[in-house]
């Protein structure tokens, strides 16, 4: 099984590259996630939109609508293939810690 | 086109959940399972008909959107569905035991399974196939058990696994892993927004007793098609119906259809279930081909007494509007639409002509592409493969190579796909052929014309 490196402990992803305890994120966790994505530093706009999703998740046990996510983090969807070039559901919410997504998504 | 000119794929990268059968027991565990597939079900009619009819004549092979574009031969229909009838064949009827002893036959290896396997998940099930066999072979039902076959030995694609468990055992119990109070915030966020878009308060009402329908959508609308949801309760807002979602249950979505007759039925009993619990009166499908085909086929199989009836919300809103509940505004939509057929919904004939009713009441330029209704061109991921991210590449590239190329000669802005996979599948394939096209749900533009 593929290994995240955080420091000094390591966490096991999927496949796809998604943290299997969601419990254990934690902001270096994030950073390390959103280097596998490609993205080397996070913004500040990277964070509003990662906390957002954390918090949601924490909240509800799954990620928002799209669109929501939209409309409350004043983001346009391009922005957020800006920032996370996989997008929402496989950039972001991956970043944010959450389990991949199943089902039809 | 000559044909070092196609692209060859030899293997999709799927993943597979593979259950720890010894490699050297594989083909044994291939034929106990088929045994008992046998003796607890009505295969063995069907088979030994097509065992028996099949002629090899290929006249599937014009027809399969794959095969068109891979020019493998192992991709002509009636060859992939040979696969299985040869099994059937030498180890299940009498001629064949003989003639296996008369004639020395070599036994069921490990690479016939890992053949089968392949040829089963590059065939997308869309059955249009069907359509030219003169003998009347069903091969999207052949590849529908093969399927079937492998997952009760343990091979299935790992998407599809991870889903139906969610959906039959996890905490969820649905496929895009939704808890209900997230569902009830969604709803919410939805209502909010269709009070801001018409000043009026619409309604996606939850858990009302005795509602005329019970509404199940394939569930990840909820995550990804705000306005294929909104459109659906501006069109009960406006017709006045009751209708509701259960808080209880709410995932049209069926992988069953896809390779499992045992979850096919066990999804099928959790859709009743809750209807039941709510006392509707019928069972509403969303835009969703496979749920629409699961429930309105399988409900009067495995739905108990008195199952309830069944219906698309195609076929709600083109009643509605026959009947003169429902206003939508001609002037809205100028721009050039096209409309793609779920094969789940047109290969039989049943919502082929109530889509085009409701486009042709307030679009004005609506072309079709060619061919279209009972024999399109499947999107080119169905048969839940649109789930399997990492078949993408198959999916657009082969697959979905004739859809891109109807898409393209339309020179339309939209197409609808009334159908949450084909949604996701034609996006990927507008993507990755940069098609100047944009992808849009029925609902989406019924609501931008919706008056009240």
Same mark, same amino acid.
């Given at each position: 099984?593929?290994?995240?490196?955080?420091?000094?402990?390591?966490?096991?992803?999927?496949?796809?590259?998604?943290?299997?305890?969601?419990?254990?994120?934690?902001?270096?966790?994030?950073?390390?996630?959103?280097?596998?994505?490609?993205?080397?530093?996070?913004?500040?706009?990277?964070?509003?939109?990662?906390?957002? &999703?954390? %918090?949601? !998740?924490?909240? #509800?046990?799954?990620? /928002?609508?799209?669109?929501?996510?939209?409309?409350?983090?004043?983001? +346009? &969807?391009? %922005?957020? !293939?800006?920032? #996370?070039?996989?997008? /929402?559901?496989?950039?972001?919410?991956?970043?944010?810690?959450?389990? +991949?997504?199943?089902?039809?998504? | 086109?000559?044909?070092?000119?196609?692209?060859?794929?030899?293997?999709?990268?799927?993943?597979?959940?593979?259950?720890?059968?010894?490699?050297?027991?594989?083909?044994?565990?291939?034929?106990?399972?088929?045994?008992?597939?046998?003796?607890?079900?009505?295969?063995?009619?069907?088979?030994?008909?097509?065992?028996?009819?099949?002629?090899?004549?290929?006249?599937?092979?014009?027809?399969?959107?794959?095969?068109?574009?891979?020019?493998?031969?192992?991709?002509?229909?009636?060859?992939?569905?040979?696969?299985?009838?040869?099994?059937?064949?030498?180890?299940?009827?009498?001629?064949?035991?003989?003639?296996?002893?008369?004639?020395?036959?070599?036994?069921?290896?490990?690479?016939?399974?890992?053949?089968?396997?392949?040829?089963?998940?590059?065939?997308?099930?869309?059955?249009?196939?069907?359509?030219?066999?003169?003998?009347?072979?069903?091969?999207?039902?052949?590849?529908?058990?093969?399927?079937?076959?492998?997952?009760?030995?343990?091979?299935?694609?790992?998407?599809?696994?991870?889903?139906?468990?969610?959906?039959?055992?996890?905490?969820?119990?649905?496929?895009?892993?939704?808890?209900?109070?997230?569902?009830?915030?969604?709803?919410?966020?939805?209502?909010?927004?269709?009070?801001?878009?018409?000043?009026?308060?619409?309604?996606?009402?939850?858990?009302?007793?005795?509602?005329?329908?019970?509404?199940?959508?394939?569930?990840?609308?909820?995550?990804?098609?705000?306005?294929?949801?909104?459109?659906?309760?501006?069109?009960?807002?406006?017709?006045?119906?009751?209708?509701?979602?259960?808080?209880?249950?709410?995932?049209?979505?069926?992988?069953?259809?896809?390779?499992?007759?045992?979850?096919?039925?066990?999804?099928?009993?959790?859709?009743?279930?809750?209807?039941?619990?709510?006392?509707?009166?019928?069972?509403?499908?969303?835009?969703?081909?496979?749920?629409?085909?699961?429930?309105?086929?399988?409900?009067?199989?495995?739905?108990?007494?008195?199952?309830?009836?069944?219906?698309?919300?195609?076929?709600?809103?083109?009643?509605?509007?026959?009947?003169?509940?429902?206003?939508?505004?001609?002037?809205?939509?100028?721009?050039?639409?096209?409309?793609?057929?779920?094969?789940?919904?047109?290969?039989?004939?049943?919502?082929?002509?109530?889509?085009?009713?409701?486009?042709?009441?307030?679009?004005?330029?609506?072309?079709?592409?060619?061919?279209?209704?009972?024999?399109?061109?499947?999107?080119?991921?169905?048969?839940?493969?649109?789930?399997?991210?990492?078949?993408?590449?198959?999916?657009?590239?082969?697959?979905?190579?004739?859809?891109?190329?109807?898409?393209?000669?339309?020179?339309?802005?939209?197409?609808?796909?009334?159908?949450?996979?084909?949604?996701?599948?034609?996006?990927?394939?507008?993507?990755?052929?940069?098609?100047?096209?944009?992808?849009?749900?029925?609902?989406?533009?019924?609501?931008?014309?919706?008056?009240?």
């Amino acid at each position: 099984m593929a290994q995240l490196k955080v420091g000094d402990f390591s966490l096991d992803l999927d496949e796809d590259g998604f943290i299997q305890q969601p419990e254990k994120w934690d902001k270096n966790v994030a950073l390390a996630l959103a280097e596998t994505e490609g993205v080397n530093e996070l913004s500040e706009k990277h964070w509003k939109l990662v906390n957002y &999703l954390r %918090e949601y !998740y924490q909240k #509800f046990g799954v990620a /928002p609508m799209i669109r929501k996510v939209c409309k409350d983090t004043n983001m +346009k &969807l391009n %922005e957020i !293939y800006e920032l #996370f070039p996989s997008g /929402p559901a496989k950039g972001a919410c991956k970043v944010a810690g959450l389990p +991949k997504p199943t089902g039809c998504v | 086109m000559s044909s070092s000119m196609l692209p060859i794929v030899e293997n999709i990268p799927v993943k597979y959940f593979i259950e720890p059968v010894p490699p050297m027991d594989r083909p044994r565990r291939f034929l106990e399972v088929f045994a008992a597939v046998l003796k607890h079900s009505h295969y063995r009619y069907v088979l030994d008909h097509f065992a028996r009819v099949a002629a090899k004549c290929g006249m599937c092979a014009v027809e399969c959107p794959v095969y068109q574009t891979t020019g493998i031969t192992t991709d002509v229909p009636c060859a992939r569905s040979g696969l299985l009838l040869d099994v059937y064949r030498r180890h299940f009827t009498a001629e064949g035991r003989l003639m296996a002893r008369l004639t020395a036959a070599r036994p069921l290896e490990n690479a016939d399974i890992d053949a089968m396997t392949e040829a089963f998940y590059r065939c997308t099930a869309c059955r249009r196939c069907n359509l030219q066999c003169p003998m009347g072979l069903d091969h999207g039902l052949i590849t529908h058990l093969g399927r079937y076959i492998l997952s009760e030995m343990g091979i299935a694609p790992k998407a599809l696994v991870v889903s139906v468990r969610e959906q039959l055992v996890g905490k969820s119990g649905n496929t895009s892993g939704i808890p209900a109070p997230a569902l009830l915030d969604t709803l919410s966020f939805l209502e909010e927004d269709l009070k801001d878009k018409f000043g009026l308060d619409i309604k996606l009402p939850t858990d009302v007793e005795g509602a005329e329908y019970v509404f199940f959508p394939a569930v990840s609308d909820y995550l990804l098609e705000p306005d294929v949801l909104m459109g659906q309760a501006a069109v009960f807002h406006a017709t006045g119906d009751s209708w509701t979602i259960g808080t209880g249950y709410f995932d049209g979505i069926n992988y069953g259809l896809f390779y499992n007759d045992r979850f096919l039925e066990d999804i099928v009993h959790k859709e009743v279930a809750e209807c039941r619990r709510l006392k509707g009166k019928k069972m509403l499908i969303g835009e969703c081909g496979h749920a629409s085909r699961t429930a309105k086929g399988f409900v009067p199989t495995y739905g108990g007494e008195n199952p309830p009836p069944v219906i698309n919300i195609l076929e709600y809103t083109d009643r509605a509007i026959q009947e003169g509940k429902l206003k939508l505004n001609p002037d809205v939509i100028e721009d050039r639409v096209t409309y793609h057929d779920p094969c789940n919904y047109a290969r039989s004939g049943w919502i082929v002509e109530q889509p085009r009713r409701i486009i042709r009441s307030f679009i004005k330029d609506f072309v079709e592409m060619e061919p279209h209704g009972k024999e399109n061109y499947c999107c080119g991921g169905g048969g839940g493969t649109v789930s399997i991210d990492e078949m993408r590449g198959f999916r657009t590239g082969i697959g979905g190579k004739r859809k891109a190329e109807q898409l393209r000669a339309t020179g339309a802005k939209y197409v609808i796909a009334p159908c949450a996979n084909c949604k996701k599948q034609l996006k990927e394939v507008i993507e990755d052929h940069k098609l100047e096209i944009e992808l849009i749900g029925l609902h989406d533009l019924i609501l931008r014309a919706i008056e009240f």
